[in-house]
């Protein structure tokens, strides 16, 4: 009975939860944020440089020697530097949103924070401290 009540124990402290529902919601940001690159960012770029997509920019290295069954043949060897680029990309815009979502909740807990009148206890002892520092 000790390893059950051990789980349970585990699996419902409010941090799990917290992490879970942060992350629930961080998903649905992050797919969010990716709809909002794909179909926004995405295609203005496209527009402004004239190329579709930046996943087709890529370099020829050379080619290589592959077998298929029987046969061999030459295949192109392509550095995909065009897919890198769109990926840091991605990640600059989701990085950026969710900086300023942790923005807007830090301003928001400021207020509330600004907004709560200290109990009587701390004002007491904050009258003692200050009464002691002189």
Do not use: C
Request: proline share 3%; charged share 20%; no cysteine.
């Amino acid at each position: 009975m000790g390893f059950i009540q051990d789980f349970k124990a585990f699996a419902f402290k409010g941090n799990l939860i917290d992490m879970a529902v942060g992350i629930v919601i961080g998903t649905a940001t992050a797919a969010i944020v990716k709809s909002f690159i794909d179909n926004i960012i995405a295609p203005l770029i496209a527009f402004l440089i004239n190329v579709p997509d930046l996943s087709q920019w890529k370099l020829r290295l050379g080619e290589a020697e592959v077998v298929k069954g029987e046969e061999k043949m030459m295949e192109p060897i392509w550095l995909h530097y065009g897919t890198f680029i769109q990926n840091m990309l991605d990640f600059l815009i989701l990085a950026f949103a969710v900086f300023l979502a942790i923005r807007v909740m830090a301003q928001f807990m400021k207020k509330a924070e600004a907004a709560t009148e200290p109990s009587a206890e701390v004002k007491l002892l904050t009258q003692i401290r200050d009464s002691l520092a002189k």
